[in-house]
């Protein structure tokens, strides 16, 4: 069965420290990967999705990076962290070229910038 | 662009009745998917229901069910018998229906169901 890892769960950061999310997602290969962010009382902001290694696109313009260096590997980074990046950070993945799928979310992240 | 518009941010039920969770989205898409996702207060998202818009008949799983009005963009879930479990955030969510898997979300529900 394919199962998805977020990690850490909790993280408080200075402001200009920089941040670094991982996830991985296993039984499954070339899957789609996204990386959401809810703030406190709004809904899901895509902020970026990835079809293949090396391949990411960016949903909305911000002080974040995302990288796939391996193929069920998603990684979220920012050099350095605005107070307005505090928030909580999922990552999701679904099965390429299926119509049938749904996004199926890791356990989150949440992030307070102090 | 898609979007997905929840009017509800909040939203009150006693238990073992029944509540409707209102979800409206704009596309010009002619094939697409739609989703219900559940986050109780452990913050995992979990799919209640998905309907395609290609079918006519409304999904239903156990006392979830849709009434999805194509020609209005509407889609919205009904709760039957409410259970003190279903206490959670509700976000209705689009897919397009062909090449990458894009899922675009509402705001979210809060639904309280009380004792």
């Known amino acids: 069965s394919q199962t998805i890892h977020q990690w850490p769960a909790t993280l408080v950061q200075p402001v200009g420290s920089p941040l670094s999310l991982e996830c991985t997602v296993e039984?499954?290969?070339?899957?789609?990967l996204y990386w959401y962010r809810q703030a406190a009382g709004r809904g899901l902001q895509l902020l970026f999705y990835?079809?293949?290694?090396?391949?990411i696109s960016s949903e909305v313009p911000q002080n974040l990076s995302a990288s796939r260096p391996q193929d069920r590997q998603f990684i979220l980074s920012s050099k350095k962290l605005l107070l307005s990046d505090s928030g909580f950070y999922l990552c999701a993945w679904s099965v390429a070229g299926d119509l049938n799928t749904e996004a199926f979310f890791g356990q989150g992240t949440r992030l307070t910038v102090v | 662009a898609q979007t997905v518009t929840q009017s509800q941010p909040e939203m009150s039920v006693q238990e073992a009745e029944t509540v409707t969770l209102s979800c409206t989205y704009d596309?010009?898409?002619?094939?697409?998917?739609l989703f219900w996702y559940k986050q109780p207060p452990s913050r995992q998202m979990i799919l209640v229901i998905r309907q395609e818009a290609y079918k006519q008949q409304n999904a239903t799983e156990n006392r979830f069910s849709v009434n999805f009005q194509k020609a209005a963009k509407s889609f919205s879930l009904k709760i039957s018998d409410s259970q003190l479990g279903d206490t959670a955030m509700y976000f209705c969510a689009f897919m397009k229906g062909y090449n990458f898997n894009k899922f675009y979300f509402g705001s979210g529900t809060k639904l309280n169901v009380k004792p």
């Open positions: 990835s079809v293949g290694i090396g391949q």
């Open positions: 596309t010009s898409e002619s094939n697409y998917y």
């Open positions: 039984g499954t290969s070339n899957p789609n």
